[in-house]
């Protein structure tokens, strides 16, 4: 008897000098990340915004680019560390031979592509005019994807190459009839179009993705950090859903958008740090389409299992992972 209570007064010891014990804090590490100001990005937004970055010890080196091809762009030229980007840029890169992993989709979307036309009153309309696109992203897969599901050729319509930003002055000025393009720059063109402004979707033929990628040695060699990373973003995650109305907020005003606009498409989209293997069929029926517009050299399929990188949300959340290896 009293041998045991010799032991239970000892382990009470021990754990009273563990409870006081504080943790180790982690020391920021530098990173840098290329992404965009699209609600593609809201949970690095939300990240940034409140402090999550800092709090899983990332030090973040951030640097904006008009779009999602253009961060990647930064990665693969040794500029960036990860970026955000839609699932087409990623396709092309890897199809074009750029040794890259993807890590997480951080966003998707079933609304947030559209064609935006001035003047036009149905999909049929758009045989014969001018439109407008953003060669090599999904603006490109989209409206590729949407003549197609009307009949009508590539070769029937003149294509323009604009960015997203060009887009809204470009409709108004009418130097083109219609443009395909994201969000907020789809919302505000047709805003801008007045009464003439229509956007035509179809949520049945495409649902955007938007991932964290980077190069993959820096990946394979940066797994920790990469680690804490998407903690920072799962963190962001759980800020919105708990508090959808102060992240819509958050998000309008760090975009300069009108909380209005921006809910317009908010709740046609989905906010979580995933890897599902839905992304693995994008990637490959997107793949078959860039091989048969041969927009890119002679390429066979890649094995996107190798472009995927799931060993650090292995880690952070291995439930968010429904990526089936064996096929």
Same mark, same amino acid.
């Given at each position: 008897?009293?041998?045991?209570?010799?032991?239970?007064?000892?382990?009470?010891?021990?754990? $009273?000098? #563990?409870?006081?014990?504080?943790?180790?804090?982690?020391?920021?590490?530098?990173?840098?990340?290329?992404?965009?100001?699209?609600?593609?990005?809201?949970?690095?937004?939300?990240?940034?915004?409140? $402090?999550?970055?800092?709090?899983?010890?990332?030090?973040?080196?951030?640097?904006?680019?008009?779009?999602?091809?253009?961060?990647?762009?930064?990665?693969?030229?040794?500029?960036?560390?990860?970026?955000?980007?839609?699932?087409?840029?990623?396709?092309?890169?890897?199809?074009?031979?750029?040794?890259?992993?993807?890590?997480?989709?951080?966003?998707?979307?079933?609304?947030?592509?559209?064609?935006?036309?001035? $003047?036009?009153?149905?999909?049929?309309?758009?045989?014969?005019?001018?439109?407008?696109?953003?060669? $090599?992203?999904?603006?490109?897969?989209?409206?590729?994807?949407?003549?197609?599901? #009307?009949?009508?050729?590539?070769?029937?319509?003149?294509?323009?190459?604009?960015?997203?930003?060009?887009?809204?002055?470009?409709?108004?000025?009418?130097?083109?009839?219609?443009?395909?393009?994201?969000?907020?720059?789809?919302?505000?063109?047709?805003?801008?179009?007045?009464?003439?402004?229509?956007?035509?979707?179809?949520?049945?033929?495409?649902?955007?993705?938007?991932?964290?990628?980077?190069?993959?040695?820096?990946?394979?060699?940066?797994?920790?950090?990469?680690?804490?990373?998407?903690?920072?973003?799962?963190?962001?995650?759980?800020?919105?859903?708990?508090?959808?109305?102060?992240?819509?907020?958050?998000?309008?005003?760090?975009?300069?958008?009108?909380?209005?606009?921006?809910?317009?498409?908010?709740?046609?989209?989905?906010?979580?740090?995933?890897?599902?293997?839905?992304?693995?069929?994008?990637?490959?029926?997107?793949?078959?389409?860039?091989?048969?517009?041969?927009?890119?050299?002679?390429?066979?399929?890649?094995?996107?299992?190798?472009?995927?990188?799931?060993?650090?949300? #292995?880690?952070?959340?291995?439930?968010?992972?429904?990526?089936?290896?064996?096929?």
């Amino acid at each position: 008897m009293q041998r045991a209570a010799i032991i239970l007064i000892l382990s009470l010891l021990v754990l $009273g000098c #563990q409870s006081k014990t504080p943790a180790e804090p982690l020391r920021p590490l530098p990173l840098r990340l290329a992404y965009t100001m699209q609600p593609d990005c809201a949970l690095v937004h939300i990240a940034m915004a409140k $402090g999550y970055f800092l709090e899983e010890g990332v030090l973040l080196q951030p640097s904006l680019f008009g779009f999602g091809r253009q961060a990647l762009a930064a990665v693969i030229e040794g500029k960036a560390d990860l970026a955000t980007v839609a699932e087409t840029p990623f396709v092309f890169a890897a199809l074009n031979g750029k040794r890259i992993s993807l890590v997480a989709s951080i966003f998707t979307s079933w609304q947030n592509n559209g064609v935006v036309a001035r $003047g036009l009153t149905s999909p049929p309309e758009l045989r014969g005019k001018r439109i407008a696109y953003t060669p $090599g992203t999904t603006s490109e897969m989209f409206l590729d994807t949407f003549l197609m599901a #009307q009949r009508i050729e590539r070769s029937e319509v003149t294509l323009v190459g604009l960015s997203p930003q060009q887009m809204p002055a470009a409709l108004a000025a009418g130097e083109v009839d219609a443009a395909s393009t994201w969000n907020p720059a789809m919302k505000e063109a047709a805003t801008g179009l007045g009464a003439a402004g229509r956007i035509f979707y179809d949520p049945y033929l495409y649902t955007e993705t938007y991932v964290l990628a980077g190069n993959r040695s820096y990946v394979t060699a940066n797994q920790d950090l990469v680690q804490r990373v998407l903690r920072a973003l799962l963190k962001a995650e759980a800020f919105a859903s708990l508090h959808p109305a102060e992240a819509r907020t958050l998000v309008a005003a760090t975009l300069k958008l009108s909380p209005e606009l921006l809910g317009e498409f908010w709740n046609a989209s989905r906010f979580r740090v995933s890897l599902e293997h839905s992304l693995i069929l994008l990637l490959e029926e997107e793949s078959r389409w860039a091989l048969r517009r041969k927009p890119v050299p002679e390429a066979a399929m890649p094995n996107y299992l190798e472009y995927i990188d799931v060993r650090p949300l #292995q880690e952070v959340k291995p439930e968010a992972i429904k990526i089936n290896t064996r096929r």
